[in-house]
C-alpha cells in the first residue's frame, strides 16, 4: 500500500505541535469481524466504519506511549476474528498480507518521518505479532538495534525457541533496560487462554520486572484503566490487582477477586473486552499506569546513554 496516503495512517503527530525526542510506532490489535469470513478475510482500507473502531482502539492503547512519543500508527489489512479458528497453515498464508503492510508502513515511517530519533514498537494481539515478524526478519540490522529504545509486544506469545533462533530478540529483565521486548499474556485462574499461546512461553511481569513466579502485590499496581473514550470518559482504578508469572505455561496471572470483580462487572466488560471469558483485550488496561510510567523510564534511560 501508498503509505504516503495520510488516509492510510490512524495516527500521525501534528506537525505544529512540539517534536519529542523519540517516536512510537504502534500497530493495533484485531478488530475486524466479517459476516463473510471465509471470503473476505482481510479488512478494507475503504470501510470507515472498521477504520473508526481502529482509530478508537489506538487512541485507547496507545495514549500511554503518546504522552511521551511522537505517535505514529498505520491502518494494515489486517487479519479478521475467523483466524482464531482457522488452520495453522491457512492462517499463515493469510498473514503475510497484513505483515507486508506493517513493515512497508514502518519502512516509510523511517524513511519519512523519523528524522533519525530513537524508537519504541508498540502493540497488541495481531499487532504484536506482525511486530514480532518484523524484529524477526529485519532487526538483525545493528542500525535498528541501535535505534531501539524498546518493543511492548504485549498479548501475543514468545517463546523461548524465537530468542534462540534470532539472538538479537532479548527479554526484558529490569524496569529500565533498553532494545528490549516485554510481553505478557494475561489470565486469572479457570478462565481459558487464547489459542496462540504457545508451549514454552516466556512472560514478564509488568509489576516487578520479574519472569518468574514471584508475586507482586497490588500495592505496586498504579493503576488500571479499564476504559477510556476522550478526556472526559475514563474508568481508572488505582491498584486493581497484582499478578505473578505463572511459569509453567508462560503467562501472566491476576488477582482472583480482581477477575471476579471484571466477571460481575456490568455488560460491556464481558461483551466487548472478555470475549469467551478471556482476559486478552484487558491486557494493557489492568496495568496501564504502570506501562505508561516504565515507558518514561526506559526512555529516559535510553537518552541517558553515552553517544557513541
Not at 240 to 249: L, Q, S
Request: positive net charge; glycine residues 6%; hydrophobic residues 40%.
Amino acid at each position: 500500500m501508498d503509505y504516503s496516503k495520510k488516509s492510510l495512517w490512524a495516527f500521525l503527530p501534528n506537525r505544529k505541535s512540539e517534536t519529542k525526542p523519540v517516536d512510537v510506532f504502534y500497530v493495533y490489535p484485531t478488530i475486524y469481524a466479517h459476516p463473510f469470513q471465509k471470503k473476505r478475510h482481510h479488512m478494507s482500507m475503504r470501510n470507515p466504519i472498521y477504520l473508526w473502531v481502529a482509530k478508537g482502539m489506538s487512541a485507547w492503547q496507545g495514549q500511554l506511549f503518546a504522552r511521551h512519543c511522537n505517535f505514529y500508527a498505520p491502518h494494515y489489512r489486517q487479519l479478521g476474528t475467523e483466524s482464531f479458528k482457522m488452520p495453522l497453515p491457512e492462517v499463515m498464508r493469510a498473514e503475510r498480507m497484513p505483515y507486508e503492510d506493517v513493515r512497508d508502513a514502518f519502512y516509510y515511517y523511517l524513511e519519512h518521518y523519523n528524522n533519525g530519533r530513537p524508537f519504541i514498537l508498540a502493540g497488541h494481539s495481531q499487532g504484536s505479532a506482525m511486530l514480532l515478524q518484523l524484529m524477526r526478519r529485519e532487526f538483525s540490522d545493528p542500525r535498528l538495534q541501535k535505534k531501539l529504545v524498546a518493543a511492548y509486544l504485549i498479548g501475543f506469545s514468545l517463546t523461548r525457541r524465537d530468542f534462540k533462533r534470532y539472538p538479537h530478540l532479548r527479554l526484558a529483565g529490569a524496569a529500565d533496560d533498553t532494545g528490549v521486548i516485554i510481553s505478557y499474556n494475561t489470565t486469572a485462574h479457570g478462565l481459558p487462554l487464547m489459542r496462540f499461546i504457545r508451549p514454552d512461553s516466556l512472560c514478564v511481569n509488568p509489576l516487578n520486572w520479574r519472569h518468574d513466579s514471584v508475586y507482586a502485590d497490588k500495592s505496586k499496581n498504579d493503576g488500571a484503566v479499564l476504559f477510556q473514550f476522550g478526556k472526559r470518559f475514563k474508568y481508572e482504578v488505582p491498584h486493581y490487582t497484582g499478578a505473578y508469572v505463572d511459569e509453567a505455561r508462560g503467562v501472566l496471572m491476576i488477582d482472583d477477586d480482581a477477575a471476579y470483580e471484571l466477571y460481575k462487572a456490568r455488560w460491556f466488560f464481558k461483551k466487548f473486552l472478555m470475549n469467551r471469558g478471556s482476559l486478552h483485550m484487558l491486557d494493557i488496561a489492568l496495568f496501564y499506569k504502570n506501562l505508561e510510567r516504565n515507558v518514561g523510564e526506559r526512555i529516559a534511560a535510553y537518552l541517558s546513554r553515552p553517544s557513541e
